[in-house]
């Protein structure tokens, strides 16, 4: 073998372990800030971890959100409209467009009771929305 030769294969070698080991620090580094989503008949059914930080959506059922009193607390259900509904408890203030039978994104833990306790709660809204001062105004002016 011929030291040019050589030394390609050693250039090579290291690039190819440099990258090797780049890629795999970066996935590792990567795991922990993932998030994963889930429908709610995988949360249903026990698909989604328990106390590890997921994401889920679904639909607010109508006349599940409840207000506690004394707290920023609400409790709600979350379905997909196909019959699998579950729990949702939250701790602060909910975005305006939050309201019964609007799309709903969470982020939190799953519990080992089966209640999804969120820290974030997103509100989805149709995309014809319209601010109100801009409602009477048209396109043709």
Known sequence: M?????????VIS?????AVLTLT???????????FFYLPDQIVNGEA???KR?????????????????QLLV???LTDMKGSSFPVSYAGILPGLFAE?????????LDSKGVFQADVVLA??????????????????
Do not use: C, W
Request: proline share 5%.
């Open 49 to 51: 971890p328990e106390d």
């Open 75 to 77: 409790s709600f259900e």
């Open 14 to 18: 290291f690039v190819f372990v440099g």
């Open 101 to 109: 039978g609007q799309g709903t994104v969470v982020t939190g833990t």
């Open 124 to 141: 989805k809204h149709d995309e014809q929305y319209m601010p109100p001062e801009l409602d009477g105004l048209h396109a043709s002016q």
């Open 2 to 10: 011929t030291p040019v030769r050589r030394n390609r294969i050693v």
């Open 25 to 35: 620090t970066t996935i590792f580094a990567l795991q922990d800030n993932m998030q």
């Open 54 to 70: 997921i994401r889920a959506g679904g639909m607010v059922v109508a006349g599940s959100i409840r207000h506690d009193e004394d």
